[in-house]
C-alpha cells in the first residue's frame, strides 16, 4: 500500500532562514504529489503540486522519483509561512483518492 | 474560487443518537466528495469516496452502517453518523473535486470541518 512520511512534527525556522519540510514517499507507481497548508484556524488548502512545477508564495517541490522525496523548499521564511503543512499523494492519474502524510508544524520565529 | 462548506461547525450529541454533517460545494459542482477523519494531532484518514448518484465507496476499516453517506445532488453530500459513541468523537472533514476540463486542474477543495463530541 502507498505510504507518505514526514519524518518532522515540528520544525522552527528563523525569519529570513531557508526552510525545507521533508516528504518521502512508497509508491511503484507513478503518483502525483501535492503540497497542502492549513494556516491557523483555516481549513486546508492546495499549496503546490508538482505536475504544475510552479512557485507559490515562494514555495518550490521538486519531484525526486530515485528517493521517492518531494521536499518542500523555501529560501527565505517569512513570518506568515507558519502553519500545518502536509504532504499527499495520489496514485494514478484516475484515481482521485489522497494519502497524506502526518505533518509538520512550520514555526517561523521573528 | 472554489469553496466548499460543512454544516454544523461543530456537534454535541448524547451516545447512541445520529449526527448528521452537511458538505456542500457551493460555486461548483462536484460529482466527487470525499470524507474524512482527523483525530487531534493526527493526520486526515480518508474514510470514504462519494460519488452523486450512487454509493459510496468506504475505505478498509470504516463501518459502512455506522457512518452513512449521501450525494443526493452535485453540490451535497451528507455524513450521517448512526448511533454515536465516545470513540467517534472526532473532526470530519470533507473535500469536493472540482475538476474543469484539465486532468492537470483537477483539485480537491475542503471544507472547514465538524467537530463532533458524543457525550
Known amino acids: 500500500a502507498q505510504r507518505v512520511t514526514q519524518p518532522e512534527k515540528l520544525l522552527s525556522v528563523f525569519k529570513g532562514a531557508p526552510v525545507e519540510l521533508k516528504c518521502n514517499y512508497s509508491y511503484s507507481g507513478s503518483p502525483e504529489l501535492f503540497w497542502y497548508v492549513q494556516y491557523s484556524r483555516q481549513r486546508l488548502q492546495l499549496l503546490l503540486r508538482?505536475?504544475s512545477r510552479e512557485s507559490i508564495k515562494g514555495f518550490t517541490a521538486d519531484l525526486n522519483k530515485g528517493e521517492t522525496s518531494f521536499h518542500l523548499k523555501k529560501p527565505f521564511a517569512q513570518e506568515e509561512d507558519s502553519a500545518m503543512y502536509y504532504c499527499?499523494?495520489?496514485?494514478?492519474?484516475?484515481?482521485?483518492?489522497?494519502?497524506f502524510g502526518t505533518g509538520t508544524r512550520l514555526t517561523i520565529i521573528p | 474560487g472554489a469553496v466548499v462548506s460543512q454544516h454544523p461547525s461543530w456537534v454535541i450529541c448524547k451516545s447512541g443518537t445520529s449526527v448528521k454533517i452537511e458538505c456542500r460545494s457551493l460555486?461548483?459542482?462536484?460529482?466527487?466528495m470525499f470524507w474524512y477523519r482527523q483525530f487531534p494531532k493526527q493526520s486526515l484518514m480518508l474514510m470514504a469516496t462519494?460519488?452523486?448518484?450512487?454509493?459510496?465507496?468506504?475505505e478498509q476499516g470504516v463501518e459502512k452502517d455506522k457512518f452513512l453517506i449521501n450525494h443526493a445532488s452535485l453540490t451535497l453530500s451528507t455524513l450521517t453518523v448512526t448511533s454515536a459513541h465516545p470513540e467517534d468523537s472526532s473532526f470530519y472533514i470533507c473535500?469536493?473535486?472540482?475538476?474543469?476540463?484539465?486532468?492537470?486542474?483537477?483539485?480537491?477543495?475542503f471544507g472547514p470541518g465538524t467537530r463532533l463530541t458524543v457525550l
Open positions: 462519494s460519488n452523486e448518484g450512487s454509493k459510496a465507496t468506504y
Open positions: 499527499a499523494l495520489k496514485l494514478d492519474f484516475g484515481n482521485e483518492k489522497l494519502t
Open positions: 473535500s469536493a473535486r472540482e475538476t474543469s476540463g484539465r486532468w492537470d486542474r483537477d483539485t480537491q477543495y
Open positions: 508538482h505536475i
Open positions: 460555486d461548483f459542482q462536484a460529482t466527487t
